[in-house]
């Protein structure tokens, strides 16, 4: 397990564990809120990278500055916490976001579409639902592979970022 200290241009600091690995699946939890994030890298070009953030893909380019979604990224610097630094394994958090296999919605918004029904079977990054926020569609992916337990919205729910979206069984 590593920490990371993340502080930003305005120096507001945000610190980070890497929590663990689920197939090509890091995650990554939030020191201060326990907020599990899972974070896959899609594709690399060089110094381009595609990643998907729980469920939303994000162009980072990596060169003589950063820049994520083609805009300047406010990190100034990333730093490796010191071993024994104040950051503890939550494995409680962690383990309960992995067995739940619960996809959720990766930003606040309305749902449009949902791709799928219970018993469903999905592969790994299938489309389960649509949804606006900010005028923008965003497409709600699986991080694993299986069967469609439950569905929990509707379209024209309004929902919030965490919010679960469906429920996996995996296959």
Do not use: W
Request: aromatic content about 4%; charged content about 30%; hydrophobic content about 40%.
């Amino acid at each position: 397990m590593k920490a990371y200290t993340v502080t930003t241009k305005t120096g507001l600091k945000f610190n980070f564990v890497i929590e663990g690995k689920e197939g090509n699946t890091v995650l990554i939890k939030d020191a201060e809120t326990g907020e599990v994030f899972r974070l896959r890298l899609l594709r690399n070009h060089g110094d381009r990278y595609v990643v998907d953030l729980n469920g939303v893909e994000h162009s980072i380019v990596v060169s003589d500055r950063l820049l994520i979604n083609g805009e300047p990224a406010c990190v100034a610097s990333i730093k490796e916490a010191p071993a024994g630094g104040r950051f503890h394994k939550d494995s409680k958090m962690v383990q309960k976001a992995l067995a739940e296999n619960v996809v959720q919605a990766p930003i606040s918004g309305k749902i449009l579409e949902l791709k799928v029904k219970v018993n469903d079977q999905v592969d790994e990054n299938t489309v389960v639902a649509l949804m606006e926020s900010m005028k923008m569609i965003v497409e709600v992916k699986t991080h694993i592979k299986g069967v469609v337990e439950n569905v929990y919205v509707k379209p024209g729910q309004a929902v919030k970022k965490g919010d679960p979206i469906i429920k996996l069984r995996k296959s």
